[in-house]
Structures are given as C-alpha cells and as structure tokens.
C-alpha cells in the first residue's frame, strides 16, 4: 500500500511497544458485534495507472466545454485561467497546509488572506471583505442572515433576477414563510422589488448583472431600502463584470456577495469555486467567515493572524455568528494569484474583452429569425426567447455538440413565462466561430421546428 | 567578512548586523500592493473599443485600485510566500481532530482532467454521463463504509454537512407531527460547530456531562432525553480520542425517546473499513473528504462534507442527488415529495469528490481498513511512548486515532499549554491541537494519522520528552520566547482584534490610472 509507510515488522514492535497483543486489541472498547469480521464489500486496493485509467474512463464520458463551442454561463464562467495560477496553488506549501491557527508557521497564507481581502474590498468598493465563503450561494443565504441580525428585523425580499439556485438556498437556509418574499422571475429586466419594500423589511437581494444578464440599478435600490431603514444586498456571480461595470460599494451596497469562480478557477461541475463578502467597517462584528487582520510579532516585525475570532463557532459555539469553519482558502488563494496578474489594467481589458464578445454574440443573435434577445443592457450574458420551448432546442444543438446556453425552465420548471428562455454568455474564449456555429445551427434547429 | 566565491572556504564570520529584509532562503515579502501597481500585468489581452450603448448607464467611474505583477513577479511574490508556510509535505502535522494525512498527487491529477475539471454544472446531461457516474460510485463506497441509506453529496464542508443532516432530521420530525422537539444534546467536548449548527436551526442546546473516562454514558442520556429533545449530537469516536463504548445502547436510547441520532463523523478515519456507523444505530453523519478520503486543506478549504441518511431519513435528503434507472442516469434537481431544497447552488464539490474516489480506489476497501488501523496504532504508540511523562486525563484504556493529553505535567514549569506547543515549532513540528477538547484542562490532542512512519513518530516523541524535560527542569524563557526558529515570534493577537486592520491601506492619494 503505497501511502501507508510501516512495515509488518515495525507494525510488530510498535504493538510490543505498546503492549498490545494484535491491532484488533487496540479497538477493545468497540462493541465487540460491531466490529466487521469480513472486509466491507468494495474492490481491493490498486496500482496508480489502473485507479488512473478508470478515472479516466469516467472523464471521458463527458463533453468538455473546451471540445466545442460553448455559451452557458448562468453562475459559473468558463474563462481562461493562466498556467502559472495552478502550478502555484499546487505547491506542497500551499496545497497540504492547514487553516492558519498558528500564525508563527502560517504567514504565507495569512499575507494571501489579506491581499485577497484588500482585492475583493477594491473590487466591489466597500471597507471591508472575509476570507472567503464556500461559495456565492451559500455567501448570499450567509448576507440575509446576516443583515436579520444587524436591522433586527425579519423580512426578506429577494429580486426576480436573483439565480434561481441561489434564491432556492436562500428558501432552505430561511424556511418559507411570510417573511420571505421571492418575487417572481423577471425575465424582461422589470424593476420588481422597489415598492414592496417597508418597515419590517431587514433586506432586499438585488443581483447585477442578473440572472437573465440585464444590468440593474443599484443606486435606486439602495436609496429605497435605506428610506425604509433596511439594508442593500448585492449579489454577483460574474466578477469580471467589476472590471467594467459600476462598484456596488460606490453606488450604496451594504454587503455585497459575490461568486469567484470566475477569477482563477476552473468549472469543476459547480465546485469547489469561491463566495466572496464584503461590506461596510461599521457591521464585521456580524459578518460571519475567517477574518485575516495586521498585527506585530514579538520583535516589531509586520505580521498576520485570524482575527476578531470571538464571531466564531469554535469559540462561541452556539452563539457564533454562523457554523461556517472550513471555506475555500486554495480556490481564494488561485482568485487572488489570477487577480495580481491580471492587475487593475488586465482586468478592465479582460472585462471589455467579454462585453464585446457578448455584443457581438447579442447581435449575431438578432440575425436569426424567431429569435428575440429580451436586454437592452447587458455585461457578457443575454436571454433570448424562441418561438418554441428552449429545453429540446438546447438539446438537440448539444448532439451537434454546441452547449448553446440554458434553457431556462431547467432552473424554473413550473413558469411557463419561462419555458421559451435561453440564457446564454460569452466571455474571452468566445470566438467568431463559435457565435457563427451558433447562429447556424439555432437557424437549422428553428427552421426544423417550423417545418 | 566571508566569502564563497569560486571554491574559497567560507569563514563563520562576526557580525552585529541584523537583517531587515529575512536572509535569502526566507525573505521578508512585501505586499502585493507595494510591489504592484495599476499599470503592470501578467496577462496579455487585446485592448478592444466598446462604445457603452449595451451598458444601461452603469458604466464604472469608480477607480478599483488593484494591484498587478507580471508574470515573473507573480511567481517569485507567491512562491515567497508560500515560504512562510509550514505543510504536510514538510512535516508531521499532530494536529488532532483535523487529520492532516498525506494527499496523494494523483488526486490532483485525475481531478484536473478535463472531463472533471471543464464541466459546467448546467450541461445538459446527456453530456455528463460520467460525471453523475463518478458521483454515483463514490456515493456507493460511502454507503458501504457506512451502511447507511442514503448519502447527500453537496455539503461545501464538514459543518455544512452538519446544516443539511440536521436540516433533515428537523424536517423528518415537522412532517410526524414532531415539531415541538426543540432541544438537541450535545455533549460537552463536541466540536463547536455542533451547538452552531443547533442554534442555526433554532434550536437550544443541553450539554450531556462526560464521565470521569472521557465518555458518554448512556445514563445520562436517558436522564437527559424528554419529548422536547428532537436529537443528539455525538461525535464517535469522541474528541478525547476514544471510541464511545455505550454508542449502540445511546442510540437505543434516543430513539425509543423518539428522537435521532446525529453523529458527528469528523474521526471517520479511526475507524472506516473497520466499524460501520450505520451498525451503531445513527441517523445522519457527515464524513469530512478533507479529512479522512486526503482531499488537500488547501489553507482552510475547499473542504466537502458529504452526509449519510438512514432509511428514515433517506426521504429528506436535500437535492440534487443522481437517480438510476434503466437508462442513462439522472439528476434529481428539484424537491418533489419531502426532499429538502438546496444547500448550494450545482452540485457541490465536484473536484473534492474526484480526489475522495482517488483515493478510495487506491486504498480499496481493504487499504481503507488499513489505514483506520495504522491511525490507531500510531496514535496508541505515541500515547505509549509518552504517557509516563505527559499526563493522560483518561487512563488506562486504548485510544483511537488520537492520543489526549493535558497540562498538569506542566504545573508549577511556569510553562503554558500553549508555550509548550510554540517550543515544537523551534522542533521542525507544527503544534499539536491545544485547549480541545474543552473539558480537558489544558489539552493537547495529538493526531498522528496513518501517514507518518515509524522514524518520524520517533523523532516527534523523542521531541516531546526532551521538551517536557526541559520544561521541568525550569528552562521556562525556552518555551515562553517561543517560537524563534519560526518566520515570525508570537504575533500580538490582542493588538489584531482590539483595532482591526483588515485590508491594506493605501497612504498616498491614488494616481491617475494610465493604461
């Protein structure tokens, strides 16, 4: 067994050692008819190459986005992540290292933590940013609680462009009932959830771009909210959008939560990707998730540790501010290694880059008859509607391998507002190949349809 | 002055001259944002022209102020870092109840292939066929490790696991007209994660009191179990390292109280391929990929917390879950009957659950087996190795995968717990868990793992009883300075939490970007 390092032989002296008989006396105070007498049913241990080639069997089952032209987006991105990100989070150091309890042996990740926390703190214009959470929809469930617990109120309102998944989280986190209010899906862009705010309400969730790729104004709905004395959430699951469109800090978020995947990670079918949260000085000692602060060491030397640790579950247990203990520090640390290359220069680039590969799709989009694109605004994702249901369409284009979105009644079964719906994105891989390919075969698929 | 140029004999030289940037092999790192700036990058992009009219109005006029290195900055400043870090693969972690074992790179391999790696969670799925299949063979192993119904894979970690089994067990109760069971036990060395978990779900919490063995007794369970207590808690084996010797009488117990079981299964690994929790009588436990199937801790995560379902249970999981039929397989993506809703957005940690079969199928069922043993037997031999000197608080009985001690062979030293686990540190070992579980006095909890040879658990006890020695024989400024080996001394944690500074500040007002 060739992670297993000792001999029989020193198994043997380890047991004199000891004083024990056999291994088995070592589990005497196991119920004697609880211990298995035959090895449990599962195949016997193998070489590296057999374990590799069944794994790679199982891969190989699977169209990667890479083998096609490929448009969905709907939370999770497929953009380039550079070699150097992954051969750096491979480090042994990196890698195979725990949660930085002992600051001393730990600065690496620690001095990560922070500059990740002063990106994402920059990036979506608040004060203040954690040390990540598991990832956006569990951030955002994450937000409400905690926005309950800085208004002392109870009502909740999600938007219409809220991901679907995420407002489902939201509902298991919470439990249904009337101080959840999940408005209904708003595939136009309607503005929704301004005139049902009032004097119970804790929070509104508003996400930009949203769920059907229109651009909302947070600005509007920050000033609605605050008049009420509720709070602002905002959530973003395509962080590349920060590159070109508007902070929410800058525009009176109070927390806002964002999916990371899309910086440094790759889609690894929904995980593990990045929750991101930041929010404003005046609320940490809510803010649930490790927090990464500056500090001195004995000789004067700049150091980090885990901070303000009294909101934590392993030392206020039942009174923590969440159970939330590990979260996603290597898929932070590769955010953070893809954000220092990219800079402030190559993010605004890469942004514009997917905008324009998006306006180029939208308009693409237009040519092909019975197809109509629902946004007037847009960062690199778009809804059209077909004349005919999205899910067989999507379907059938995936046989001539185009992944040509999401149909959006896979997330919403029972709208049949709905049911027509394909929420598509392009980003920097997108090339003029693959829109054509696209329009193409949408054309043959429609024309098909009405024959 | 001392030279090593060109075959010269270095001389040992005398110097008053304290270094202020580290020496060569441990350099003092800057900030990134010192040494990056606005205009540098080490991505090479074309610069397209946009002209706004799809963007509403909502155009950035904010600055972001964020920091870029190019590529060979990049590196250096990352692997720099990376420096400062103590890991596995540098050395024994006698972390206890985080069992920080070896992480095979085939692991990482097999989950970077693209058939794993680039797949999107909204593919049809007709185009993940072996996705939902590897899904489904782990889900088989983890049922047969556990004997238990049903398995929900997508907890992002081991607390997360905890929300979604206990998230079952409340939602199993509301529909048998169970709802006013508002209490759940825990006893008192759980994790804190447990009475987190509890109080999320709007429950109170009562401690079970611990026998003087560092055990439950089954006694004072019944005692404690009214028609209030909807379930209870437990970690087996516990977090004083031992294996609860009453569990199968406990789950009686608290099932003819009509109330469930929820295990806490962050010390699988003591155990796997050798007792079967499903055996023991538990509802729901979650199983930490992190710890006991080798997926990497990475620094704090990703972990993944898979959770196990009895069949009374089994109804509640959470979706998504795989469905099989007699055709290709599906995915259950919306609760239908009493399934709970989401806990995440897709399907939880794919890429952890690539690592975990890794890693099974290397260890086979038997290889497991083999490796919950060798946990014990470490552990045991190290408990054996130090118990004269160390006090045990628990004696006379095997321990499991961890050994626990305590502090009072450090009384009248002047030395702390806590001085005596920074002393490793000058050792070359990374502290062992302290002040855990917390109805030891001034614990120390050692969890060796199978991953650690004979030579090495030798060394580290070798360590220990010097350092015990030396606490002893009053060499307390040795254990009170420490750490002095280490990249930094003792940071100042007070100063940290009584003004925090969180983020990097920038003193200078902000230049004109320029592109």
């Known amino acids: 067994m060739r992670y297993l390092p000792h001999s029989e032989h020193e198994r043997a002296d380890m047991l004199a050692v000891i004083g024990a008989g056999t291994a088995e006396d070592l589990f005497a105070r196991v119920p004697r008819h609880a211990l298995l007498r035959e090895p449990v049913n599962l195949p016997r241990h193998a070489p590296e190459f057999l374990v590799e080639a069944h794994m790679k069997a199982l891969a190989g089952r699977n169209h990667a986005a890479g083998d096609g032209p490929f448009f969905i987006g709907a939370g999770a991105y497929r953009h380039h992540v550079p070699a150097s990100v992954d051969h750096l989070i491979q480090r042994s150091e990196w890698l195979t290292a725990y949660t930085p309890y002992?600051?001393?042996?730990?600065?690496?990740?620690?001095?990560?933590?922070?500059?990740?926390?002063?990106?994402?703190?920059?990036?979506?214009?608040?004060?203040?940013?954690?040390?990540?959470?598991?990832?956006?929809?569990?951030?955002?469930?994450?937000?409400?609680?905690?926005?309950?617990?800085?208004?002392?109120?109870?009502?909740?309102?999600?938007?219409?462009?809220?991901?679907?998944?995420?407002?489902?989280?939201?509902?298991?986190?919470?439990?249904?009932?009337?101080?959840?209010?999940?408005?209904?899906?708003?595939?136009?862009?309607?503005?929704?959830?301004?005139?049902?705010?009032?004097?119970?309400?804790?929070?509104?969730?508003?996400?930009?771009?949203?769920?059907?790729?229109?651009?909302?104004?947070?600005?509007?709905?920050?000033?609605?909210?605050?008049?009420?004395?509720?709070?602002?959430?905002?959530?973003?699951?395509?962080?590349?959008?920060?590159?070109?469109?508007?902070?929410?800090?800058?525009?009176?978020?109070?927390?806002?939560?964002?999916?990371?995947?899309?910086?440094?990670?790759?889609?690894?079918?929904?995980?593990?990707?990045?929750?991101?949260?930041?929010?404003?000085?005046?609320?940490?000692?809510?803010?649930?998730?490790?927090?990464?602060?500056?500090?001195?060491?004995?000789?004067?030397?700049?150091?980090?540790?885990?901070?303000?640790?009294?909101?934590?579950?392993?030392?206020?247990?039942?009174?923590?501010?969440?159970?939330?203990?590990?979260?996603?520090?290597?898929?932070?640390?590769a955010f953070s290694i893809h954000m220092s290359l990219l800079g402030e220069a190559g993010l605004k680039k890469l942004a514009r880059l997917n905008h324009h590969n998006a306006v180029k799709l939208a308009k693409m989009l237009g040519t092909v008859p019975g197809v109509e694109l629902l946004n007037k605004s847009f960062f690199n994702e778009m809804t059209i509607r077909l004349p005919v249901p999205a899910a067989p369409v999507i379907e059938l284009l995936a046989k001539a391998d185009v992944l040509a979105g999401l149909p959006v009644s896979r997330l919403e079964p029972d709208n049949p507002a709905c049911e027509n719906l394909i929420v598509l994105a392009a980003t920097e891989l997108t090339t003029d190949d693959d829109i054509a390919m696209l329009a193409e075969c949408l054309h043959a698929a429609l024309s098909e349809d009405a024959q | 002055m001392s030279m090593n140029n060109q075959g010269r004999p270095t001389g040992v030289g005398t110097s008053d001259f304290t270094s202020t940037s580290g020496s060569s092999l441990l350099p003092n790192e800057p900030l990134l944002f010192e040494i990056g700036d606005r205009e540098h990058s080490g991505v090479d992009l074309p610069d397209v022209a946009i002209d706004g009219s799809f963007l509403g109005g909502f155009e950035r006029q904010s600055e972001i102020d964020l920091a870029g290195l190019t590529e060979p900055e990049t590196l250096r400043h990352y692997v720099r870092l990376s420096r400062l870090n103590y890991s596995i693969d540098s050395g024994m972690y006698p972390l206890g109840s985080c069992t920080m074992k070896h992480n095979p790179r085939l692991n990482e391999k097999m989950a970077r292939l693209p058939g794993f790696a680039d797949i999107h969670p909204l593919q049809p799925v007709s185009t993940v066929q072996g996705a939902l299949a590897m899904m489904d063979e782990l889900a088989h192993w983890l049922l047969t490790l556990t004997n238990t119904a049903a398995v929900c894979l997508t907890p992002k970690a081991g607390a997360h696991g905890e929300m979604a089994g206990m998230m079952a067990i409340k939602a199993a109760q509301d529909a048998a007209g169970q709802g006013h069971r508002k209490v759940v036990l825990v006893p008192e060395s759980a994790h804190g994660t447990n009475p987190a978990t509890a109080a999320f779900l709007g429950y109170s919490v009562k401690a079970v009191p611990a026998r003087d063995d560092g055990t439950v007794d089954v006694e004072a369970v019944k005692a404690a179990l009214s028609p209030d207590v909807a379930a209870i808690m437990l970690t087996n084996p516990n977090t004083c390292g031992l294996f609860e010797p009453e569990v199968i009488e406990i789950a009686a117990a608290v099932h003819a109280a009509g109330a469930f079981f929820y295990c806490d299964g962050a010390n699988f690994n003591a155990i796997m391929g050798v007792v079967r929790p499903g055996d023991l009588g538990i509802d729901a436990m979650h199983i930490n990929l992190h710890k006991t199937f080798s997926t990497p801790h990475g620094g704090g995560g990703p972990g993944a917390g898979p959770v196990v379902l009895s069949a009374a249970l089994a109804p509640f999981a959470p979706v998504p879950f795989v469905k099989k039929g007699d055709g290709p397989l599906a995915l259950a993506e919306h609760a239908e009957g009493q399934h709970l809703g989401r806990i995440t957005a897709f399907n939880g940690q794919m890429g952890m659950y690539v690592r975990a079969l890794t890693y099974m199928l290397s260890h086979g069922g038997d290889g497991l087996a083999q490796a919950a043993k060798d946990a014990v037997l470490n552990a045991n031999y190290i408990k054996a190795r130090l118990e004269r000197v160390f006090s045990v608080p628990f004696p006379g009985q095997p321990c499991m995968h961890e050994a626990l001690f305590d502090d009072s062979f450090l009384e009248g030293t002047g030395v702390s717990t806590l001085d005596f686990a920074k002393a490793l540190i000058d050792e070359g070992f990374h502290p062992m868990t302290m002040y855990f579980p917390l109805v030891v006095h001034g614990a120390m909890l050692v969890e060796p793992t199978e991953s650690e040879s004979k030579q090495t658990l030798d060394r580290f006890c070798d360590v220990m009883l010097e350092l015990a020695t030396d606490a002893r024989a009053g060499n307390a400024a040795r254990f009170t300075s420490a750490p002095l080996n280490a990249p930094r001394r003792r940071l100042d944690e007070t100063r940290a939490a009584r003004s925090p500074v969180l983020k990097w500040e920038r003193q200078e007002p902000l230049p004109a970007a320029a592109e």
């Open chain 1, 102 to 333: 002992q600051p001393e042996v730990s600065q690496g990740t620690l001095q990560m933590l922070f500059e990740f926390q002063t990106q994402v703190a920059h990036l979506t214009g608040m004060e203040v940013a954690n040390a990540s959470m598991y990832d956006g929809s569990t951030a955002t469930a994450e937000a409400v609680l905690m926005a309950r617990r800085l208004t002392r109120r109870n009502r909740i309102i999600l938007s219409g462009g809220l991901h679907p998944h995420y407002r489902d989280v939201v509902r298991t986190y919470l439990g249904d009932g009337p101080d959840l209010v999940c408005l209904p899906a708003s595939p136009e862009g309607q503005g929704d959830i301004l005139n049902r705010i009032d004097g119970e309400t804790a929070a509104i969730v508003v996400q930009t771009p949203d769920f059907y790729g229109h651009l909302r104004n947070l600005r509007a709905a920050a000033d609605a909210a605050h008049a009420a004395g509720a709070l602002l959430i905002v959530v973003v699951t395509e962080v590349v959008s920060l590159g070109l469109i508007e902070a929410p800090g800058a525009l009176g978020a109070d927390i806002v939560v964002c999916e990371g995947q899309s910086i440094g990670n790759s889609l690894n079918f929904g995980g593990p990707y990045v929750g991101l949260m930041a929010t404003r000085k005046e609320f940490i000692r809510q803010m649930p998730g490790r927090l990464c602060g500056e500090t001195v060491d004995a000789d004067g030397n700049r150091g980090f540790v885990l901070t303000l640790s009294t909101r934590e579950q392993h030392i206020r247990r039942e009174k923590a501010t969440s159970n939330i203990c590990t979260n996603s520090g290597l898929c932070a640390l």
